[in-house]
């Protein structure tokens, strides 16, 4: 059945689907008939339909053809509004990334953290108005903050697909906020996002003090590789790992002296290195400028 154009009344809809009804029902005899209503054409000689819901037909497949937009295969008064749903679910998943990225920086800036901190202009900048000390990270929490109303525009957007009769205009007024706000929202995170990354403040020495919080505990897991490696069952390496280990978080001893003790026989610089967790970071880089294109 012809669905019904938004402005066509109750009664011109009935009178439509009736024409409709009758051109199925008569076959060949009512095609002449119908076919003369609609022999309409564009300036590009292309077919436009006859009636109301024609002309509306024909509106949509040439907005759609401009804004290379996929149309449904069975268009009716109004443009299927899916792919308009589907970019605003595509906004969150970018959308994301970036939370992702701010929320990680928020982190790394915590006081009893502090390896990596937003730009920050000293004197001109305040970080708290009550606590002058702090350096508040308020361009990644602008992101995380702006990231949870696009999560909730992409809900609209879902929610705007199923309309009563595929003709109401419920969804209207909520894509004239959302569908700016969305992308113009999500361009300022980006923009916000690349304004931390390149005047962003990395202490290598904080973090190389954090490392060394656990008195090298850290390597426990390249030590029971290793004490497998060696001849023993996993079992008796983790028991022998997991006591030293322990054992040196809790008294502050360092656990390469309490390792050298239990056994002698592992070579202790291969397991105490750092630069074994770097192996695969060229990699990263390598993918990463491949973004680039």
Not at 119 to 137: I, Y
Not at 166 to 181: F, K, N, Q, Y
Not at 256 to 266: N, Q
Request: hydrophobic residues 40%; negative net charge; charged residues 25%.
């Amino acid at each position: 059945m012809t669905a019904p154009h938004p402005q066509m009344s109750r009664r011109g809809f009935l009178g439509a689907s009736a024409g409709a009804a009758m051109a199925v029902t008569l076959g060949s005899a009512a095609t002449p008939a119908l076919g003369a209503a609609a022999a309409a054409t564009d300036a590009r000689g292309r077919l436009i339909p006859a009636g109301k819901v024609g002309t509306i037909l024909y509106t949509q497949r040439d907005a759609v053809g401009r804004a290379g937009v996929r149309a449904g295969s069975t268009l009716t008064g109004f443009l299927d509004v899916s792919p308009v749903a589907t970019p605003l679910t595509e906004v969150p998943v970018e959308r994301g990334g970036l939370e992702r990225f701010a929320t990680e920086v928020r982190n790394l800036q915590r006081t009893e953290v502090r390896e990596v901190e937003e730009p920050f202009a000293s004197g001109q900048q305040k970080g708290s108005s009550a606590m002058p000390h702090k350096r508040n990270p308020i361009r990644t929490e602008r992101i995380t903050g702006l990231a949870r109303v696009l999560r909730g525009y992409a809900q609209t957007g879902l929610e705007n697909v199923a309309l009563w009769h595929e003709r109401d205009i419920s969804h209207s007024g909520a894509e004239r906020v959302i569908l700016p706000d969305a992308t113009i929202g999500l361009d300022y995170m980006q923009d916000l996002a690349a304004k931390v990354t390149t005047g962003m403040n990395v202490r290598a020495e904080r973090m190389r003090e954090n490392l060394e919080l656990t008195h090298g505990a850290l390597f426990s897991q390249r030590a029971l590789t290793a004490l497998v490696e060696s001849g023993l069952t996993r079992d008796e390496a983790y028991r022998i790992v997991q006591e030293n280990a322990q054992r040196a978080w809790d008294t502050g001893t360092e656990f390469r002296d309490l390792l050298a003790e239990a056994t002698p026989e592992l070579d202790l610089d291969a397991i105490f290195d750092y630069g074994a967790y770097l192996t695969h970071v060229p990699t990263v880089f390598e993918r990463l400028e491949a973004l680039r294109g």
